[in-house]
């Protein structure tokens, strides 16, 4: 397995981040959940190779009914393990894939990474630049009943919205990821701008 890259408190300003791959998923069909895989492959400018959200365009069903002709800015979708965990002390069973998502990371916050954010994976070349967060939807409360309101909320203090159910990405260079690859994230230049969802 390859070893958790190690996070240090300049690790932002020398723009580059850590953690590994705990799964990956992909589904040829539309599913709400996606089946774990060996490895998947990522197509430059389309997404993973095989998976129903792959494409230039749209292709999530919501989006197509809205404009079919938009830009695909999920064309990868990452979410981070640790989530898991706290849901699983909120009563929810989640595993890898439950939720959608291609890939799985642990010891990286990608809630947290800037909009343009490059992750690089293991060795294999692939890279996708990080384009926003998921929007979660209703169909999270048809997987498990009360889940929706544990990965969307609103800050206490701002009362904004605050979406935790991972983030989007296109995909820059092509490459197979597989678990235990390391994913080091490369910060844009400043001024850096928040993820929104897309």
């Keep these: 397995m390859a070893k958790l890259a190690e996070r240090s408190l300049g690790a932002a ?14 589904n040829g069909t539309y599913s709400f959940t996606k089946p774990n895989r060996d490895s998947i492959t990522l197509l430059a400018g389309l997404g993973v190779d095989g998976d129903v959200h792959a494409g230039v365009t749209v ?51 990608l809630l947290a990474l800037p909009t343009g954010t490059l992750l690089r994976f293991g060795d294999g070349g692939a890279v996708v630049e990080v384009t926003g967060l998921r929007n979660p939807c209703l169909q999270i409360d048809a ?22 159910a991972g983030i989007m990405s296109v995909v820059r260079e092509g490459g197979v990821v597989r678990p235990g690859d390391a994913v080091h994230a490369e910060l844009p230049a400043h001024p850096h701008t928040p993820l929104e969802r897309v």
């Design 13 to 26: 300003d020398k723009g580059f981040t850590g953690g590994v791959v705990t799964a990956v998923s992909s």
């Design 59 to 109: 292709k999530h069903r919501s989006r197509v009914a809205q404009d079919p002709t938009q830009p695909n800015l999920r064309q990868v979708h990452l979410m981070h393990e640790e989530l898991f965990t706290e849901l699983a002390g909120q009563g929810h069973e989640v595993r890898p894939g439950d939720l959608g998502e291609n890939v799985t990371t642990r010891g990286i916050d």
């Design 143 to 164: 997987f498990q009943d009360g889940l929706l309101k544990r990965v969307v909320g609103r800050d206490p203090e701002s009362g904004e919205i605050v979406r935790r």
